[in-house]
Protein backbone atom coordinates (compact mmCIF):
# COMPACT_ATOMS: atom_id res chain seq x y z
CA UNK A 1 0.00 0.00 0.00
CA UNK A 2 2.19 3.27 -1.19
CA UNK A 3 1.89 5.77 0.31
CA UNK A 4 2.28 9.51 -1.86
CA UNK A 5 3.85 11.05 0.91
CA UNK A 6 7.43 12.18 -0.79
CA UNK A 7 10.74 10.50 -0.70
CA UNK A 8 11.21 11.05 2.84
CA UNK A 9 8.45 8.81 4.01
CA UNK A 10 9.50 5.38 5.23
CA UNK A 11 7.19 2.69 4.00
CA UNK A 12 8.24 0.00 6.04
CA UNK A 13 8.27 1.76 9.14
CA UNK A 14 4.49 3.03 7.90
CA UNK A 15 3.58 -0.59 7.85
CA UNK A 16 5.09 -1.91 10.27
CA UNK A 17 3.03 0.50 12.47
CA UNK A 18 0.06 -0.42 10.61
CA UNK A 19 0.17 -3.97 11.63
CA UNK A 20 0.37 -2.74 15.50
CA UNK A 21 -2.91 -1.11 14.50
CA UNK A 22 -4.63 -4.34 13.53
CA UNK A 23 -5.08 -5.25 17.04
CA UNK A 24 -7.99 -3.66 18.34
CA UNK A 25 -10.32 -4.31 21.51
CA UNK A 26 -11.74 -7.81 20.95
CA UNK A 27 -9.04 -8.65 18.59
CA UNK A 28 -6.24 -10.34 21.15
CA UNK A 29 -5.15 -13.03 18.62
CA UNK A 30 -4.68 -12.66 14.87
CA UNK A 31 -3.58 -15.55 12.06
CA UNK A 32 -1.19 -14.06 9.62
CA UNK A 33 -4.09 -14.05 7.29
CA UNK A 34 -6.06 -11.60 8.82
CA UNK A 35 -3.50 -9.41 9.79
CA UNK A 36 -2.44 -9.25 6.07
CA UNK A 37 -6.03 -8.14 5.39
CA UNK A 38 -6.29 -5.85 8.08
CA UNK A 39 -3.05 -3.67 7.04
CA UNK A 40 -3.68 -4.54 3.34
CA UNK A 41 -0.38 -5.96 3.19
CA UNK A 42 0.95 -9.55 1.09
CA UNK A 43 1.09 -12.21 3.42
CA UNK A 44 5.01 -12.60 3.05
CA UNK A 45 5.08 -8.95 3.98
CA UNK A 46 3.03 -9.00 7.05
CA UNK A 47 4.99 -12.02 7.88
CA UNK A 48 8.12 -10.39 7.90
CA UNK A 49 6.67 -7.74 9.93
CA UNK A 50 5.63 -9.80 12.33
CA UNK A 51 8.86 -11.67 12.85
CA UNK A 52 10.20 -8.29 13.53
CA UNK A 53 8.23 -7.20 15.91
CA UNK A 54 8.59 -10.63 17.63
CA UNK A 55 12.02 -10.50 17.70
CA UNK A 56 11.72 -6.40 19.06
CA UNK A 57 9.84 -7.91 22.11
CA UNK A 58 6.52 -6.10 20.87
CA UNK A 59 4.90 -9.43 19.58
CA UNK A 60 4.42 -13.10 20.49
CA UNK A 61 3.14 -15.69 18.93
CA UNK A 62 1.77 -19.20 20.10
CA UNK A 63 -0.96 -21.62 18.22
CA UNK A 64 -3.89 -19.13 18.52
CA UNK A 65 -1.86 -16.60 16.29
CA UNK A 66 0.03 -13.42 16.47
CA UNK A 67 -0.42 -10.80 19.87
CA UNK A 68 1.00 -8.16 21.26
CA UNK A 69 3.08 -8.17 24.25
CA UNK A 70 2.94 -5.42 27.10
CA UNK A 71 6.14 -3.97 25.73
CA UNK A 72 4.05 -2.01 23.56
CA UNK A 73 2.99 -0.15 26.14
CA UNK A 74 6.38 1.71 26.18
CA UNK A 75 5.40 3.12 23.52
CA UNK A 76 2.66 5.32 24.65
CA UNK A 77 4.45 5.71 27.96
CA UNK A 78 6.77 7.58 26.10
CA UNK A 79 4.72 10.18 25.17
CA UNK A 80 3.10 10.11 28.63
CA UNK A 81 6.28 10.77 30.43
CA UNK A 82 7.39 13.52 28.14
CA UNK A 83 4.31 15.48 28.75
CA UNK A 84 3.02 17.12 32.35
CA UNK A 85 -0.47 15.59 33.06
CA UNK A 86 -2.10 19.27 32.07
CA UNK A 87 -0.37 19.29 28.52
CA UNK A 88 -2.15 15.60 28.29
CA UNK A 89 -5.30 17.13 29.88
CA UNK A 90 -5.88 19.72 27.61
CA UNK A 91 -6.95 18.10 24.69
CA UNK A 92 -9.67 16.17 26.54
CA UNK A 93 -10.98 19.85 27.28
CA UNK A 94 -11.06 20.83 23.72
CA UNK A 95 -13.36 18.06 23.02
CA UNK A 96 -15.48 18.73 26.17
CA UNK A 97 -15.52 22.59 24.86
CA UNK A 98 -16.12 21.28 21.08
CA UNK A 99 -19.14 19.49 22.21
CA UNK A 100 -20.65 21.37 24.72
CA UNK A 101 -19.88 25.28 23.15
CA UNK A 102 -19.42 26.15 26.70
CA UNK A 103 -15.82 26.75 28.87
CA UNK A 104 -14.50 23.66 30.76
CA UNK A 105 -11.87 23.93 33.56
CA UNK A 106 -9.93 21.96 35.83
CA UNK A 107 -8.81 22.77 39.83
CA UNK A 108 -7.46 21.30 42.33
CA UNK A 109 -8.11 22.02 46.00
CA UNK A 110 -5.25 24.61 47.60
CA UNK A 111 -6.97 25.21 51.40
CA UNK A 112 -10.32 26.82 51.08
CA UNK A 113 -10.15 27.56 47.47
CA UNK A 114 -9.57 26.10 44.43
CA UNK A 115 -7.31 26.96 41.79
CA UNK A 116 -7.57 26.66 38.08
CA UNK A 117 -5.03 24.61 36.92
CA UNK A 118 -6.36 24.03 33.15
CA UNK A 119 -8.61 26.08 31.12
CA UNK A 120 -10.32 26.13 27.23
CA UNK A 121 -12.54 28.81 26.83
CA UNK A 122 -15.22 29.86 25.01
CA UNK A 123 -15.72 33.73 23.71
CA UNK A 124 -18.96 34.41 25.69
CA UNK A 125 -20.40 37.09 27.90
CA UNK A 126 -18.96 36.07 31.91
CA UNK A 127 -19.53 37.80 34.61
CA UNK A 128 -16.05 36.74 36.37
CA UNK A 129 -12.71 36.46 34.72
CA UNK A 130 -10.97 33.14 34.69
CA UNK A 131 -7.43 32.31 33.91
CA UNK A 132 -5.03 29.70 35.12
CA UNK A 133 -3.85 30.35 38.33
CA UNK A 134 -7.94 31.95 39.75
CA UNK A 135 -8.65 30.99 42.85
CA UNK A 136 -12.37 30.88 43.87
CA UNK A 137 -13.77 30.14 47.30
CA UNK A 138 -14.39 25.98 47.01
CA UNK A 139 -17.80 25.87 48.91
CA UNK A 140 -19.57 28.31 46.13
CA UNK A 141 -18.38 26.45 42.98
CA UNK A 142 -19.20 22.97 41.70
CA UNK A 143 -15.19 21.61 41.32
CA UNK A 144 -14.97 22.58 45.10
CA UNK A 145 -17.93 20.31 46.24
CA UNK A 146 -16.68 17.93 44.00
CA UNK A 147 -13.13 18.34 45.88
CA UNK A 148 -14.33 18.56 49.34
CA UNK A 149 -16.86 15.95 48.90
CA UNK A 150 -13.73 13.44 48.56
CA UNK A 151 -12.64 14.59 52.24
CA UNK A 152 -13.13 12.76 55.52
CA UNK A 153 -14.25 14.79 58.39
CA UNK A 154 -11.31 15.69 59.85
CA UNK A 155 -9.72 17.17 56.41
CA UNK A 156 -12.79 18.93 55.59
CA UNK A 157 -12.64 20.68 59.19
CA UNK A 158 -9.32 21.41 58.45
CA UNK A 159 -9.41 23.20 55.02
CA UNK A 160 -12.83 25.19 55.99
CA UNK A 161 -10.88 26.43 58.97
CA UNK A 162 -8.71 28.10 56.66
CA UNK A 163 -9.61 31.96 54.96
CA UNK A 164 -10.07 32.19 51.45
CA UNK A 165 -7.44 33.59 49.58
CA UNK A 166 -9.44 34.28 46.56
CA UNK A 167 -10.78 38.16 47.58
CA UNK A 168 -14.33 37.18 46.16
CA UNK A 169 -17.43 37.93 48.19
CA UNK A 170 -19.82 34.89 47.37
CA UNK A 171 -23.46 35.72 46.86
CA UNK A 172 -24.47 32.02 49.30
CA UNK A 173 -22.90 31.34 52.36
CA UNK A 174 -24.32 27.96 53.47
CA UNK A 175 -24.69 27.09 56.93
CA UNK A 176 -22.25 23.94 58.00
CA UNK A 177 -25.33 21.69 57.82
CA UNK A 178 -26.34 22.62 54.92
CA UNK A 179 -23.16 22.26 53.27
CA UNK A 180 -22.78 19.16 54.96
CA UNK A 181 -26.04 17.70 52.95
CA UNK A 182 -24.73 18.99 49.91
CA UNK A 183 -21.47 17.42 49.98
CA UNK A 184 -23.20 14.12 50.83
CA UNK A 185 -25.04 14.71 48.00
CA UNK A 186 -22.53 14.98 45.91
CA UNK A 187 -21.14 11.96 47.09
CA UNK A 188 -23.83 10.30 46.19
CA UNK A 189 -24.03 11.11 42.81
CA UNK A 190 -20.97 11.23 42.19
CA UNK A 191 -20.91 15.36 40.64
CA UNK A 192 -21.78 18.48 41.51
CA UNK A 193 -23.98 21.49 40.49
CA UNK A 194 -23.79 25.21 41.27
CA UNK A 195 -26.57 27.75 40.46
CA UNK A 196 -25.67 31.47 40.89
CA UNK A 197 -23.43 30.64 44.42
CA UNK A 198 -20.55 32.47 43.67
CA UNK A 199 -21.73 34.98 41.49
CA UNK A 200 -24.76 36.42 39.44
CA UNK A 201 -25.17 34.38 36.15
CA UNK A 202 -22.48 31.45 36.71
CA UNK A 203 -23.82 27.98 36.68
CA UNK A 204 -21.69 25.17 36.46
CA UNK A 205 -21.27 21.65 36.74
CA UNK A 206 -18.45 18.97 37.57
CA UNK A 207 -16.93 15.58 38.28
CA UNK A 208 -13.91 14.11 40.08
CA UNK A 209 -10.39 13.37 38.28
CA UNK A 210 -9.06 10.12 40.16
CA UNK A 211 -5.46 8.76 39.98
CA UNK A 212 -4.70 4.85 39.86
CA UNK A 213 -5.44 4.14 43.09
CA UNK A 214 -9.17 6.10 42.71
CA UNK A 215 -8.55 8.78 45.15
CA UNK A 216 -9.89 12.51 44.03
CA UNK A 217 -6.95 14.62 42.86
CA UNK A 218 -8.61 17.15 40.97
CA UNK A 219 -12.03 18.08 39.19
CA UNK A 220 -13.09 19.33 35.64
CA UNK A 221 -16.22 21.22 35.00
CA UNK A 222 -18.41 22.90 32.36
CA UNK A 223 -19.24 26.32 32.92
CA UNK A 224 -22.13 28.31 31.92
CA UNK A 225 -23.61 32.05 32.25
CA UNK A 226 -27.23 31.22 33.72
CA UNK A 227 -29.23 33.48 30.84
CA UNK A 228 -28.01 31.13 28.18
CA UNK A 229 -27.93 27.60 29.76
CA UNK A 230 -30.54 26.24 32.11
CA UNK A 231 -29.99 23.86 35.12
CA UNK A 232 -31.58 21.12 33.40
CA UNK A 233 -29.25 21.55 30.57
CA UNK A 234 -26.11 21.52 32.24
CA UNK A 235 -27.31 17.88 33.54
CA UNK A 236 -29.15 15.99 30.49
CA UNK A 237 -27.05 17.69 27.46
CA UNK A 238 -23.53 18.11 29.32
CA UNK A 239 -22.67 15.99 32.44
CA UNK A 240 -22.72 12.63 29.73
CA UNK A 241 -19.83 14.39 28.22
CA UNK A 242 -18.95 15.56 31.67
CA UNK A 243 -18.53 12.34 33.04
CA UNK A 244 -16.41 10.42 30.29
CA UNK A 245 -14.38 13.22 29.85
CA UNK A 246 -13.78 12.96 33.52
CA UNK A 247 -13.09 9.21 33.17
CA UNK A 248 -10.06 10.21 29.95
CA UNK A 249 -8.32 12.21 31.78
CA UNK A 250 -8.24 9.93 35.32
CA UNK A 251 -6.72 7.49 32.98
CA UNK A 252 -4.20 9.79 31.50
CA UNK A 253 -3.82 10.37 35.42
CA UNK A 254 -3.32 6.82 36.53
CA UNK A 255 -0.64 6.32 33.31
CA UNK A 256 1.22 9.46 34.14
CA UNK A 257 1.65 8.74 38.04
CA UNK A 258 2.81 5.14 36.57
CA UNK A 259 5.06 6.91 33.81
CA UNK A 260 9.32 5.12 33.43
CA UNK A 261 10.98 8.24 35.67
CA UNK A 262 14.67 9.13 34.33
CA UNK A 263 17.30 7.65 37.10
CA UNK A 264 20.92 8.87 36.88
CA UNK A 265 23.23 6.51 36.62
CA UNK A 266 26.24 6.14 38.91
CA UNK A 267 29.45 8.35 37.76
CA UNK A 268 32.21 6.09 37.29
CA UNK A 269 35.30 6.08 39.78
Not at 71 to 96: C, D, F
Not at 136 to 158: E, I, M, N, Y
Not at 180 to 193: F, H, Q, S, T
Not at 211 to 235: I, K, P, W, Y
Amino acid sequence: MRRDAGPDFIEALARGLDVLRCFQPGRRYMTLSEVAAEAQLARPTARRILITLQKLGYVRSDEAGFALTPRVLELGMTYIGSQNIWELAEPHLRTLVDRTRESCSIAQLDGSDIVYVSRVAMPKLVTLSVTVGTRFPAVQTSLGKVLLAALDGPALDRVLAQPSRSGITPRHHPQRDELNEMLRDVRAKGWAVTDEELALGIRSIAAPIRNGQGLTVAAVNVNAHAAETSVDRLVEDHLPLLLRTAGDISADWAAWENRPLATLAPRGG
